[in-house]
């Protein structure tokens, strides 16, 4: 398979999984005491899966591609941390401009949470991609 779809295949699935766990387990209650009001009643998952099949592309760009280059998963961990902190960093900083209700504790925890899940997603991709990439 080649290089940079085994990348993409590999950080969307742990992406994925990771964020499932995050926003299904772990702070579903973090989120839901904190801006619960906004919250929609239901997921749109088509909106969900775009975000996600979208979001992987950036990081494959951004962080898997120059860490291939440079046969570094350590490199991926980085670029995949900064992009991950810039993108949420973007929306949670955003949002607590706009919105009524969003909390400097929700933008801190998010912007963390981006940067932890992108770093590990962008590891993953470039870790797959250097074992079973041609």
Known sequence: M?????????????????????????AKDFYRGQIGPLMAE??????????????????????????LAAESVTRALMLGALFGFFAYMTYDLTNLATLRGWS???TLTDIAWGSFVSAVAAGAGCAAALRFGR
């Open 42 to 67: 239901q997921v749109r998952f088509g909106v969900a899966a775009c975000f996600y099949l979208l979001y992987i592309v950036g990081v494959v760009v951004f962080a898997v591609v120059p860490a």
């Open 2 to 26: 080649p290089r940079y779809l085994v990348a993409y295949v590999a950080a969307l699935a742990v992406l994925a999984v990771l964020d499932a766990l995050w926003l299904g387990a772990v």
């Open 104 to 106: 400097w504790q929700v």
